[in-house]
């Protein structure tokens, strides 16, 4: 598994181990870290008011 | 394994065209300073990369303007790559940046050439190791290729960063409602329910009935009345203190029985039947006075019967007439001037009056007197309107009218000024009244004060939220990703550490480690042993030479971990602080280390050139090293390159040649080295001379004499009889007896066994045990060690 994989990966794992959030909610950033660049501040701003939102 | 066979340039920094040749094997490039070496490597970066790093970033230098040839067009500009293959594999990048079709075979390599970090630079050394740790994470960042999740993880701190100042932006908000709230209440309170309890207590300690909530609009309506009335009270108050205003205004003296005598007694002087006339007279001779000529001519036709008459005369008797009338005019002016005077000041009361009645019909205790005001308004009016040209009016003033008009207003005030204030010691607050108002204002703004701190901290729960979500979301990225690096720089340091000893064996410096620092986003930090204290930063106790070689392992470690398909390494002048000792380790560690790859080493260094092919050669790896030199550059032509031979390879060649002269003069410099540098290695005893410009004569006796004290092995038995070998060449024992004969007497086999013995005598002087030649003195054993990376058994030879 190359770096960035592996940083990905113990990252769901470390963000899913807070109970703050949703998994789906993980996948979705994940994906968007893996896509490299689709993640500006004001979506992962979006992201965690659509979370929340939806969620709490 | 890829390798490049040729390098085509054209047009590109300091080449106009040149082919370098490498043949798929390691490339050592001597050149001097300014002729062209940098513009081969420039060239390879151009060409895997479509860019040259150092052109790039600085005010006025750009690839564009500076990367072609200063005489050349940008389009003149190209770099072809020819591969090894069994099939001719060549591609290209032309001025414009565009690449030629890269083949399959070729496309991983590419791709990892791409990030150019096959190509280390003298200055990229100690440019990396004096970085700040996030300058050099940066740097080690593009052989690791995190560069897009450190663009992520700086808009994920972003985003965090935004939603902490949401949090602290709505904290001073909450907290100026609380300081708002305590200076209300009296004491300081830190919630709205806290506030809610303290409001109760004062409304309490009033006898008021508490309040459920500071929604509860209802449960304080007594309080609420009784502050209604103190209210209203405070209106009338305020209503009657106005009427009294008015009142002070219209009590004033208006004299009116004196004024209007005054000017009846005028009226009576000007009698308006005789006056008429006068006046119309008057007014007369004013104009005849204007047509008369009163100077120059004394006698003029009359204007009305054209008979002559004496205009002088007639003048003075107008005049005359006008004079006699003065005081009837005086008069009439006099009775203007006061009966205006008078009619101003009713005015005045008048309008006074209005203003009265309207504030009398807001009391309504007092309807009758806002009626009597108005009626006494419209009578002052009545006497204004006489008032008025008075002058011209024959009926006397009647002074009982404005007598009596005064009478009844004076009546007037004192009975509204004494019923206003009757009410106003009527509407005075009572001591309650006036705390149930403050208390009204305090429950009013603190519940004002407590909505808003309700809203604030409803907002602030959401932000908190926001924030928290945040927090993790960067936090738990920035924890992934140093685990991950922080593995990365784990696994290399062995490499690190390993490579950096074997460079300094005897430096006490130790345990080389690269560490991300947890409180930053991105940082690596080094850290070394120092003399016993750990953890130091090498800059404190490292010169300028380690610090090179502590950047060129990093660079080594991470090139071999991560360039993956691309195994060529280019170093580009590297070595130019290190010394000589520690630049033969470094050979050996490219040599030991970097067996599969292909090496392009640059240097103007012929020494250091020297040391790599020596070090090659004692590896066995010499076939596979081409050795190039660039003998000189101009600007029109460029760098000229030729193969590069050794002073060995040299005069192996003048052997072959019979080139006799050439062996005799470049051999002895040739044996001299030897001989010097295997009485270094063996510490024989030469007395001190400056420049160590030692004769062969002087130097050979004192090796033999210092082998005499080694002890016996077959090391020392070769190498003496290699000496006794040479002692017994003629060419060799005239340099001996310090005869100075002609080489060119020598015979061509007589030159070519000196030669032969020379060399087996260099031959000799190599490790028994792994055969090379990097055998040094160690005073601490007095013996001949090896010095070689892995020898099994480096100590050769004890002394006695």
Request: hydrophobic residues 40%; proline residues 2%; glycine residues 6%.
């Amino acid at each position: 598994m190359d770096i960035k994989s592996a940083i990905v990966r113990e990252y769901a794992e470390t963000l899913l181990a807070t109970n703050l959030c949703t998994p789906d909610f993980i996948k979705c950033l994940c994906e968007l870290i893996k896509a490299g660049d689709g993640l500006s501040k004001e979506k992962v701003l979006s992201l965690v008011e659509e979370e929340l939102r939806d969620h709490h | 394994m890829t390798t490049i066979d040729q390098v085509d340039v054209q047009s590109l920094r300091g080449i106009t065209s040149s082919t370098l040749a490498l043949n798929g094997k390691w490339l050592f490039l001597l050149g001097e300073n300014g002729t062209g070496k940098s513009s081969f490597i420039d060239a390879l970066e151009f060409f895997f990369t479509g860019s040259v790093a150092h052109l790039q970033g600085i005010q006025s230098i750009s690839v564009g303007k500076h990367l072609h040839h200063v005489d050349r067009e940008a389009e003149d500009m190209s770099v072809a790559v020819r591969f090894s293959g069994s099939v001719l594999r060549e591609v290209s990048r032309n001025g414009s940046g565009v690449l030629s079709s890269v083949p399959a075979q070729l496309s991983d390599y590419f791709a990892s050439a791409a990030l150019g970090t096959f190509i280390l630079r003298r200055d990229q050394l100690l440019r990396f190791v004096c970085s700040q740790p996030a300058d050099r994470f940066r740097a080690l960042d593009a052989f690791i290729g995190l560069e897009s999740l450190d663009d992520i993880e700086l808009n994920m701190k972003r985003a965090r960063d935004e939603a902490q100042g949401r949090v602290s932006g709505l904290e001073r908000e909450r907290s100026d409602s609380l300081d708002r709230l305590a200076a209300r209440l009296g004491v300081p309170v830190s919630s709205e329910q806290e506030a809610l309890v303290r409001m109760n207590d004062i409304l309490e300690k009033a006898g008021v009935s508490t309040i459920r909530s500071f929604d509860d609009e209802n449960a304080a309506d007594g309080l609420r009345l009784q502050v209604k009335k103190a209210a209203l009270k405070d209106k009338g108050s305020g209503l009657n203190l106005n009427i009294l205003a008015r009142l002070s205004a219209l009590s004033s003296s208006l004299d009116l029985d004196t004024k209007i005598a005054e000017i009846v007694t005028v009226q009576r002087r000007h009698s308006t039947s005789k006056k008429e006339e006068k006046s119309r007279l008057v007014a007369l001779f004013n104009s005849a006075r204007l047509l008369i000529p009163g100077e120059a001519a004394a006698v003029v036709p009359c204007p009305l019967c054209g008979q002559d008459i004496d205009s002088r005369q007639l003048l003075d008797r107008i005049n005359k007439y006008l004079n006699d009338n003065a005081a009837w005019t005086s008069d009439a002016q006099d009775l203007r001037v006061k009966s205006e005077a008078v009619c101003e000041l009713l005015k005045t009361q008048s309008t006074r009056l209005q203003e009265l009645a309207v504030l009398l019909d807001e009391e309504p205790q007092s309807a009758q007197a806002a009626d009597e005001a108005r009626q006494l308004m419209r009578r002052i009016q009545e006497l204004q309107r006489l008032l008025v040209n008075v002058e011209h009016v024959d009926k006397l003033l009647n002074r009982r009218d404005f007598i009596e008009v005064e009478g009844l207003l004076s009546a007037l005030c004192r009975e509204v000024q004494t019923a206003a204030k009757g009410r106003m010691e009527h509407l005075a607050l009572s001591p309650e009244d006036e705390s149930a108002k403050e208390l009204e204002r305090v429950l009013t703004t603190v519940g004002l004060y407590a909505k808003q701190l309700k809203e604030t901290d409803a907002r602030l729960a959401i932000a908190r939220a926001r924030l928290q979500l945040s927090d993790a979301v960067y936090e738990c990225f920035k924890s992934a990703k140093q685990k991950e690096v922080q593995g990365v720089f784990d696994r290399l340091q062995n490499h690190v550490s390993d490579w950096y000893a074997c460079l300094h064996p005897d430096d006490e410096h130790r345990n080389v480690r690269l560490g991300i620092d947890l409180g930053q986003r991105a940082s690596a930090k080094l850290y070394v042993d120092s003399f016993g204290q750990t953890n130091q930063d090498p800059r404190a106790y490292s010169s300028e030479g380690h610090l090179d070689s502590l950047g060129l392992v990093i660079f080594l470690a991470f090139a071999k971990e991560f360039q993956g398909s691309c195994t060529l390494l280019v170093l580009d002048d590297v070595v130019s602080s290190v010394d000589a000792q520690h630049r033969q380790r470094i050979c050996d560690l490219l040599i030991d280390e970097f067996p599969g790859w292909q090496l392009v080493i640059t240097t103007h260094d012929r020494i250091w050139f020297e040391e790599l092919w020596r070090s090659a050669v004692a590896h066995n790896i010499g076939a596979n090293i081409r050795k190039t030199r660039i003998v000189r550059w101009s600007r029109s032509v460029g760098p000229v390159l030729e193969p590069y031979l050794s002073l060995r390879e040299r005069i192996d060649r003048f052997v072959e040649e019979g080139d006799s002269d050439s062996v005799g003069s470049q051999g002895r410099t040739y044996l001299e080295s030897l001989l010097k540098e295997l009485c270094a290695g063996t510490a024989a005893s030469l007395r001190y001379r400056e420049g160590a410009d030692y004769t062969v004569g002087e130097l050979l006796p004192a090796l033999e004499s210092r082998l005499g004290r080694m002890d016996s092995c077959a090391f020392k038995t070769l190498l003496l009889q290699r000496i006794s070998e040479l002692r017994a060449i003629s060419f060799v024992a005239n340099m001996l007896s310090h005869d100075a004969q002609s080489q060119g007497a020598l015979s061509s086999s007589e030159i070519a066994s000196f030669w032969s013995a020379v060399t087996a005598l260099h031959d000799a002087y190599a490790c028994p045990a792994c055969g090379k030649n990097q055998l040094a003195f160690d005073e601490t054993v007095s013996a001949v060690v090896c010095r070689a990376r892995g020898c099994e058994q480096p100590l050769v030879a004890r002394f006695r």
